[in-house]
């Protein structure tokens, strides 16, 4: 995080990390093809502490469901697009 600045791409699962980077201009995108931008990541960050008040209260979900294809080829394609802005396409 310390390193990173305007126009790199982050790869995390971390909404935290997420919510530190995009100020900086950095592009975040989840493993899963989801990139989070400046709209998006205070939802994220407001369900992910309604998840962690639950999990105190003894509610725990069924947990993130298995990587599959179809979020190999969201992820490839977000990240085409990312990189097709550097490249001018």
Do not use: C, W
């Amino acid at each position: 995080m310390n390193h990173a600045s305007k126009g790199d791409i982050a790869v995390t699962q971390d909404i935290g990390l997420a919510s530190t980077l995009i100020p900086k201009g950095v592009h975040v995108l989840s493993p899963k093809g989801i990139l989070f931008d400046e709209t998006g990541i205070q939802t994220a960050l407001d369900l992910r502490y309604l998840n962690a008040k639950a999990r105190k209260r003894g509610v725990y979900g069924k947990g993130p469901k298995p990587y599959n294809s179809e979020d190999r080829t969201k992820f490839i394609n977000q990240l085409t697009k990312i990189l097709s802005k550097f490249a001018g396409i």
